[in-house]
Nanobody, 118 residues
Framework: QVQLVESGGGLVQAGGSLRLSCAASARTWNFRFMGWFRQAPGKEREFVGSIEWSGDSLYYADSVKGRFTISRDNAKNTVLLQMNSLKPEDTAVYYC???????????WGKGTLVTVSA
């Protein structure tokens, strides 16, 4: 079974930074992409960014380009989401996922809440 566990969420003021982590089980390597999605209250889950386990390809939503950075640590089976210059509209539950394409995830973690105050 693929296991994904997010951590690092919390409360931060606008303009601040936060780093989210996704710890993945070894079987997650069978999937080409690891992605981050978010869901704000009353809205659908939306794509944030994704990264390949092997390779240099990175993908980001236009709303976070220049502010968020995805990275990976294959040795630790971990994918990170560094979030800088946070805005109140970034407030959402952030989910880590694993999939075969850059924007379609098959497995999901339970999510971690990020709240950005004005």
């Amino acid at each position: 079974q693929v296991q994904l566990v997010e951590s690092g969420g919390g409360l931060v003021q606008a303009g601040g930074s936060l780093r989210l982590s996704c710890a993945a089980s070894a079987r997650t390597w069978n999937f080409r992409f690891m992605g981050w999605f978010r869901q704000a209250p009353g809205k659908e889950r939306e794509f944030v960014g994704s990264i390949e386990w092997s390779g240099d390809s990175l993908y980001y939503a236009d709303s976070v380009k220049g502010r968020f950075t995805i990275s990976r640590d294959n040795a630790k089976n971990t994918v990170l989401l560094q979030m800088n210059s946070l805005k109140p509209e970034d407030t959402a539950v952030y989910y880590c996922g694993a999939g075969l394409t850059s924007r379609f995830m098959i497995y999901w973690g339970k999510g971690t809440l990020v709240t950005v105050s004005a």
